[in-house]
């Protein structure tokens, strides 16, 4: 389970890369943050890397190594953001290899969940956003998945 430290770092990488994309910041939500954590605890339990069947928006991210492996907040959404190398502004939509930094910062998401958990060799770390994003209707990432300002 995230300390303080962990939750404050999270949700404030978040709301930075949101704001160079003209999207309002995420706000906590503790059942999003339930089931989060319990993900990140079935990930840890069974050592596997992988999205829960939740209808929210999730991101994943694992981290290993020598213990104690250190994980920070910012660890995974800076992970989940340099995706944003791969996506084409000009060419909006789904695209291979940018779930995670569209999600990160898709302006319709209000609310935020996160769960992280460790084991000392291994960290898991789940967000879930709702409402989700990464819709493929036409015109939804042109809305949602802004240039930066």
Same mark, same amino acid.
Not at 14 to 41: F, I, M, S, V
Not at 115 to 144: I, K, L, S
């Given at each position: 389970?995230?300390?303080?430290?962990?939750?404050?770092?999270?949700?404030?990488?978040?709301?930075?890369?949101?704001?160079?994309?003209?999207?309002?910041?995420?706000?906590?939500?503790?059942?999003?943050?339930?089931?989060?954590?319990?993900?990140?605890?079935?990930?840890?339990?069974?050592h596997? =890397? $992988?999205?829960?069947?939740?209808?929210e %928006?999730?991101?994943? #991210?694992?981290?290993?190594?020598s213990? &104690?492996?250190k994980?920070?907040?910012?660890?995974?959404v800076?992970?989940?953001?340099?995706?944003?190398?791969?996506?084409?502004f000009?060419?909006?939509?789904?695209?291979?290899?940018?779930?995670?930094?569209?999600?990160?910062?898709?302006?319709?998401?209000?609310? =935020? $969940?996160?769960?992280?958990?460790?084991? %000392?060799?291994?960290? #898991?770390?789940?967000g879930?956003y709702? &409402?989700?994003?990464?819709?493929?209707?036409?015109?939804?990432?042109?809305?949602?998945?802004l240039?930066?300002?």
């Amino acid at each position: 389970m995230a300390d303080e430290e962990f939750q404050q770092e999270f949700l404030n990488a978040h709301n930075a890369y949101r704001a160079l994309h003209g999207a309002p910041p995420l706000t906590y939500n503790k059942e999003l943050c339930d089931e989060a954590q319990k993900w990140a605890d079935t990930c840890l339990r069974t050592h596997t =890397l $992988g999205h829960s069947d939740t209808e929210e %928006g999730e991101n994943v #991210f694992y981290k290993s190594g020598s213990p &104690p492996v250190k994980v920070t907040g910012k660890d995974a959404v800076d992970a989940w953001y340099s995706e944003i190398k791969d996506y084409n502004f000009k060419k909006p939509g789904s695209q291979s290899g940018t779930g995670h930094f569209t999600q990160v910062v898709w302006k319709e998401s209000k609310e =935020l $969940g996160l769960g992280m958990a460790t084991d %000392g060799r291994m960290a #898991f770390v789940v967000g879930q956003y709702r &409402p989700p994003g990464n819709f493929t209707n036409p015109g939804q990432f042109e809305a949602n998945v802004l240039p930066k300002e």
